[in-house]
T-cell receptor
Framework: AQSVSQHNHHVILSEAASLELGCNYS??????LFWYVQYPGQHLQLLLK??????LVKGIKGFEAEFIKSKFSFNLRKPSVQWSDTAEYFC????????????FGTGTRLQVTL | DTEVTQTPKHLVMGMTNKKSLKCEQH?????MYWYKQKAKKPPELMFV???????INESVPSRFSPECPNSSLLNLHLHALQPEDSALYLC??????????????FGEGSRLTVL
């Protein structure tokens, strides 16, 4: 079965600090990868996704992620965080090209301080 | 604002009650999903509907009964729930269920409390 690991459960950063959130997935075949964000009291929103092509994916709000197949990783990065980035971040994976489920990681709570 | 609308936003019910959660999308998506999210946990898939037919049931107890009356609507009928079923129930939709890279759009959820 697929699994997604997010090792950072709670991250606290000051504004303007750089961010990297780890994500590792378990499935060895073709895989689609996603990062979703859940701002306090709001619905899950897609930040970015990878399904093929350039392994460096750029998303909304200055976020990017790099797919490294050899490491089964899809880490999320942002060069300079803002207070408004305070949210829960979920990495998710899905077997490519099938009707299989989207499996979420346990989430990372990011708190950005002023 | 999300384009997936869920009602009610909050629901409190007793263990003998029958209630329903509703989800609606007008993006022309042909796949719709129910997820369950407990506090401080990731969303967990319950059901997937593709072209109004149930395609995935993640071994969900029969006290949860999904229904897809048409391509825009998804219901979750609740009966004889247990207190441990209290959670945030998320509806999502996507253009298709099978295409690689397809994005899920989530609603804001219905927060259910079972007394």
């Amino acid at each position: 079965a697929q699994s997604v690991s997010q090792h950072n459960h709670h991250v606290i950063l000051s504004e303007a600090a750089s961010l990297e959130l780890g994500c590792n997935y378990s499935y060895g075949g073709t895989v689609n990868l996603f990062w979703y964000v859940q701002y306090p009291g709001q619905h899950l929103q897609l930040l970015l996704k990878y399904f093929s092509g350039d392994p460096l994916v750029k998303g909304i709000k200055g976020f990017e992620a790099e797919f490294i197949k050899s490491k089964f990783s899809f880490n999320l990065r942002k060069p300079s965080v803002q207070w408004s980035d305070t949210a829960e971040y979920f990495c998710a994976s899905r077997k490519g090209g099938t009707a299989s489920k989207l499996t979420f990681g346990t989430g990372t709570r990011l708190q950005v301080t002023l | 604002d999300t384009e997936v609308t869920q009602t009610p936003k909050h629901l409190v019910m007793g263990m003998t009650n029958k209630k329903s959660l509703k989800c609606e999308q007008h993006m022309g998506h042909r796949a719709m999903y129910w997820y369950k999210q407990k506090a401080k946990k990731p969303p967990e898939l319950m059901f997937v509907y593709s072209y109004e037919k149930l395609s995935i049931n993640e071994s969900v107890p029969s006290r949860f009964s999904p229904e897809c009356p048409n391509s825009s609507l998804l219901n979750l009928h609740l009966h004889a729930l247990q207190p441990e079923d209290s959670a945030l129930y998320l509806c999502a939709s996507s253009q298709w269920a099978t295409l690689a890279g397809v994005e899920l759009f989530f609603g804001e959820g219905s927060r259910l409390t079972v007394l």
